[in-house]
């Protein structure tokens, strides 16, 4: 298997309940969902790129869990939209970690900057937001191509979800600021 680019101890487990991977020390016995201090953030990005995207979850788990019942094509979605985000997180976010990074020191000016050139990328398209996500979203949806499943109104922070549930389904948004970071969100139904 390839490096994850962790310190010594830990290792990248995968949560059955939640279909998603998580960090566990063998050493302390400790487990998180973001990155221990002294990751190597470009061979993670790598890592879970190959090893925990969309196409090598855990089927099994998936079809088995809470999200799956609430999201899945029998369910009651009226009056919800579904889509997918890119999140750009910046050292002023309410939680400066991901997935990704232990903790986020980049500027809101840099946030801003990068997710305009996924932007630029996406509306030129030489790559889709899901694409994209995979390596390059702050949030733990980009093992789902940043698919957050169907919400409705008052599920989500509120500049996200006017955006949201402003876009027709297929549509990509320009930037979304919220508390969180920076975002383009992609309507999905």
């Not at 991977?21 to 190597?40: A, C, H, I, M, V």
Request: proline share 5%; charged share 25%.
């Amino acid at each position: 298997m390839s490096d994850p680019g962790l310190p010594p101890g830990w290792e990248v487990r995968h949560s059955n309940s939640k279909n998603l991977p998580y960090y566990f020390n063998s050493n302390t016995k400790e487990s998180r969902w973001e990155p221990p201090t002294g990751t190597d953030t470009e061979k993670l990005k790598s890592y879970m790129a190959a090893h925990h995207s969309t196409s090598t979850t855990r089927p099994s788990a998936s079809t088995n869990s809470a999200s799956a019942t609430t999201n899945g094509p029998t369910s009651n979605n009226e009056g919800k939209i579904r889509a997918s985000h890119l999140l750009v997180k910046h050292k002023e976010s309410r939680r400066p970690s991901s997935w990704r990074e232990a903790e986020i020191m980049r500027s809101k000016e840099e946030a801003m900057s990068t997710v305009l050139a996924h932007e630029a990328r996406i509306r030129a398209g030489q790559a889709s937001l899901g694409d994209l996500a995979v390596t390059e979203s702050d949030c733990s949806s980009a093992r789902k191509r940043g698919d957050l499943g169907f919400f409705g109104r008052g599920d989500m922070q509120k500049e996200f979800e006017d955006a949201a549930f402003a876009l027709k389904p297929g549509e990509v948004s320009h930037v979304v600021e919220t508390a969180s970071g920076v975002h383009l969100i992609e309507r999905k139904a």
